[in-house]
């Protein structure tokens, strides 16, 4: 069991396990867009190695059983059932086929936020006017964000899709149930992405009451699964057709007899099938959930630490008392009403960004919003330096 009292000392003994990824020899503060992976992840690869060495062509029952421990991990994480969650190698692709399963010929309406990750961001600007009916809404004030998009909801909306947790400054939307009710009163979906939420905040589609929503995501960030392992939670007992099939979905079809000129679909996650991927990104995904099994973190638990580092970064911050026409942060907002990573607002941030890597610490940016993302491996002590390193930093600009 992982304690915070380790994140206190010097060296934080988690960092053990991430060696290959050297995280004692620089600051990795990018855990919001790329958390290291576990050591036990390069013996994933090495598996999926001597399966293909060994079997070639008949790999692939064991490729499967990967992607079934795929879908089990993020089925605990959701709350879920595995058997609902349609696996592929980005959420994009998941997305498109999504849209393709919406009746959009008699529904063109589709309600979104102005705060939205490229993948949906800029699918729903080409489609826009042209093909569809985009309702972009303001994300602030962010506490009622939920209601007004429910407001804007009327027969003619295909889905609302919205995310959980901002990737550009990490706030949490709360009351995601009312657009999901309100969504089945009018015939529409919900589409959620969860992409800063698994691993950074504990989410149930039970606790969220979201019983007829879709949810997407993936591993690349928060789960320390890498590339190629995003997923798709179908609402339970819901059958869709989507115009963009891939031909893994006969595979759910055994016992269906072949209708010429009829396309059937399996069922489940059957329905929102691919086609033939490279399975090493489930074998590695699949030894990282094992890692995480034995290493007994929870999401419960990674909130805990993500916290306690968020709010370290946000005091060191503070004490350092740099010029706020430079660099500042939000105060009026708690830090628990934020996911796994925390802003700090300054024109200069793709500046502040490249000399912050040139001292080996690594942070990102979007437009004037400077990220710092904490994950589990780091010390309070790597932490504090990222500050100091800024402050210099800050202070150098403030000279000139």
Known sequence: MIDVNIL?????????????????????????????????????????????????????????????????????????????????????????????????????????????????????????????????????????????????????TAAVVISK????????????SILDSTCEKFGARLMIDTYHTLNAIPFSIIEEKLPNSFVMGGGYKYCQLGEGNCFMLIPDGAEFRPALTGWFSEFGLITTPKVPGQVNYGPNHWQFAGSTYDPISHYRASSVLDFFRDMQYSPVKLREISLHQIKHLASEFDKAEMPSDIIDRKRDIPLEKFGGFIVFYTKRAARITSELRQRNIYVDFRGENLRFGPAPYLSSRQLADSIVALKEIVTNMGKK
Do not use: C
């Open 8 to 156: 206190t000392k010097d060296v934080n003994p988690l960092s053990r396990f991430y060696s290959n990824f050297k995280v004692t020899e620089r600051i990795l503060l990018t855990g919001h867009s790329h958390q290291a992976w576990p050591d036990a992840a390069y013996e994933g690869i090495r598996e999926a190695w001597r399966d293909a060495s060994l079997l070639v062509d008949d790999k692939w029952e064991k490729a499967f059983h990967k992607s079934d421990r795929v879908r089990q991990g993020y089925a605990e994480l959701l709350d879920g059932k595995a058997h609902n969650i349609a696996l592929a190698a980005n959420t994009h692709e998941l997305f498109i086929k999504f849209l393709s399963a919406l009746d959009l010929r008699n529904r063109r309406k589709i309600i979104t936020s102005d705060s939205e990750f490229y993948t949906v961001r800029r699918q729903l600007d080409r489609l826009d006017s042209e093909y569809l009916e985009v309702v972009n809404v303001a994300s602030e004030p962010y506490d009622t964000l939920s209601e007004r998009m429910a407001k804007l909801v009327d027969d003619k």
């Open 165 to 176: 947790v901002f990737y550009n400054n990490s706030k949490i939307i709360e009351n995601l």
